[in-house]
């Protein structure tokens, strides 16, 4: 079941077409995901609901292009990309996809600065571009003047921000957010939460999140409804 | 770790091979400027090889046999049109004609048996470094004295003998009262303590062998071709041709040996330093899969997660190199000046080093081997590194 608050209504960002998914221990075949249909909107706030174990982080790194569906369709900004080669996946997921995860994964060795830097670097900015442009994603979540800390010198919050920022730092039109506030505090759940809906909203960027958190979902444009590899 | 693995194994590996091959070179020039790098010995007397058959399955097979089993004569027959077919070879730079013989050298209280060549100097001096050899006396005394007699220096020493003393040879024919000239050193001490020099008439006189029975011993442009022009000349002129490496083949094995034994040696720095880095790297590899994994999702290719890898190896190896080298080269100068007193084969007061290029070039290749191994698996993996899958375990 897919409730919609939606004020908006224009191409989906992202369309999802009967996608399934099963992963393969020896001669055990689990199926995970079983014919799964969605869309997404620029400018929306999506969560994905279910219980532990539904298939909802699989549906997010398919949807992500980390991983390939058995069978099924994916169309980004209209062009299908399941079955696209690696490198456009790799590019695709540098230019127009940005995900944040539940533990930030920033590279501990790197200042914030540095790591918000990567995704840029790697799009082709040079050093001193690439870092005037993380500085400006930091500034933007209200952390330039921590740029030159290192990740461990963060708190949670700060690192899951920071991580927010690396998301946001090749302005993608899609962001994948896997529990992004399931390692924080109400506050801080509340504060990283408002910055993806306001980055979503004033950027024109489709968010998707993947929580258990009821109360979070709730804020969203739509909510899906996710049991045992189906949308209910 | 691994860095100063590499850097003492190029060191180590540049030092022995300096070493090992500065003795073999050092040795080679020796023997070069004694024996020279040909000699033309006994006439064949079968010229033209026998031809035989053999018979299998009833079919014949015919077989030639050039020179197996050839008879030959001792010493060259015709001197003089030998010389005139070895004008031939434009690669023949000297040839000198020699005849050997043994005989008891008396000075005025001992006596020795010695093997003695009789020489023309002038000739001689073109297919040897008999001039430099002369360590007292004078080589022009013995050219200009025709019953000079030039004494390997140990030879002089056991004997009591003075330059200007007289000696006298027995054998032969009879005896023949020489004045010794001087004394040479060619550092192989089997030939200072053997070998005396005569003038080659007065040794054709010596053993009454006016017309027969001599060698020539032969320079050539570039000694390492001694073995095809000494089969060349072979073909050619019907007698028996020796090139020095031939001659010389026991001890240049013995060198090869050791060169070759302390080469694998010392590459077993090289190659545990390699496994130093492949363990360093695989290690880094499981603890950094998750950052590989998130850098993946980032838009990074598997090339960019082996390229880390290939770099550090890259790095490890340049860093190698460059130290490995330049202690490598302090090292042979500083070991070139320690002294050492050798008196065998070859006689030396320090350490003998061989400049080469190829040293470092060998152990530079080795290591480039060994790295790269060391580091391309390790980074092979990095690049099979499934994002999806780490990051999902990771959560």
Known sequence: ?????????????????????????????????????????????????????????????????????????????????????????????????????????????????????????????????????????????????????????????????????????????????????????????????????????????????????????????NIVHFRDGLII | MSLFGIVLGIAFFVITQAQTSGFEAFFIRTILGTNGAIRISDRFQDMHGTVSSISTNGKTRFTFQS????????????????????????????????????????????????????????????????????????????????????LGHRIAQRLMIEVGDRVTLKGGTGNIQLR???????????????????????????????????????SISDPDKAPEIASQIQETIGHRVISWQEREKVWLDVFKALRISSALTVSSILLLSGLG?????????????RDIAILRSMGFKPSDASAIFLWQGAIVLVAGVFFGSLIGMLSTYGISNIPLRIRGIFSTDSFVVNWDASHYLWAIMISVIFVSIASWIPARRAARIEPARIIRETL
Request: net charge negative; glycine share 8%; hydrophobic share 40%.
């Open chain 2, 180 to 218: 010794v000239a001087g004394f040479f050193e060619t550092g192989v001490s089997q030939i200072d303590k053997n070998r005396a020099y005569i003038h080659l008439a007065n040794a054709k006189a010596f053993l009454g062998k006016r017309f027969s029975g001599s060698v020539f011993q032969l």
């Open chain 2, 67 to 150: 020179r197996e089993g050839a008879r030959y004569t001792e010493g060259i027959a015709h001197p003089t049109l030998l010389r005139k077919a070895l004008r031939r070879f434009a690669q023949v730079t000297g040839v000198s004609e020699i005849l050997e013989g043994n005989a008891i050298l008396s000075g005025s209280s001992r006596s020795q048996t010695i093997e003695f060549q009789g020489i023309s100097l002038q000739e001689h001096i073109m297919v040897s470094d008999i001039e430099d050899q002369v360590i007292r006396g004078a080589i022009d005394s013995f050219s200009f004295d025709p019953m000079g007699i030039l």
């Open chain 1, 1 to 221: 079941m897919i409730m919609s608050n939606s004020k908006f209504d224009d191409q989906p960002l992202l369309q999802v077409k009967n996608i399934h998914h099963s992963f393969v221990d020896g001669d055990t075949v689990t199926k995970v995901l079983n014919g799964v249909s969605l869309e997404i909107r620029a400018g929306e706030t999506t969560a994905i609901v279910g219980p532990s174990g539904c298939g909802k982080s699989t549906l997010l790194y398919l949807l992500g292009l980390l991983d390939r569906p058995d069978k099924g369709e994916i169309y980004l900004n209209g062009e299908e990309v399941s079955k696209t080669e690696d490198h456009t996946r790799t590019a695709l997921r540098n230019q127009s996809i940005g995900f944040v995860f539940q533990f930030h994964f920033l590279i501990k060795e790197l200042s914030a600065l540095e790591n918000v830097a990567l995704p840029i670097r790697k799009a082709g900015f040079s050093k001193m571009e690439s870092q005037e442009k993380a500085l400006e994603a930091l500034e933007k979540l209200g952390l330039g003047s921590k740029a030159d800390r290192f990740a461990n010198k963060l708190s949670g919050g700060e690192q899951q921000r920071v991580a927010i920022a690396r998301a946001i730092a090749n302005s993608p039109s899609l962001i994948l957010a896997d529990e992004p506030t399931g390692n924080l505090d109400s506050q801080n759940s509340e504060n990283v939460f408002s910055l993806l809906e306001n980055l979503a909203h004033r950027e024109r960027i489709g968010v998707l999140f993947v929580t258990h958190d009821s109360g979070l979902a709730q804020k969203c444009s």
């Open chain 2, 277 to 289: 880095i492949f363990n360093v790297f695989a290690i880094m590899v499981i603890e950094k899969n």
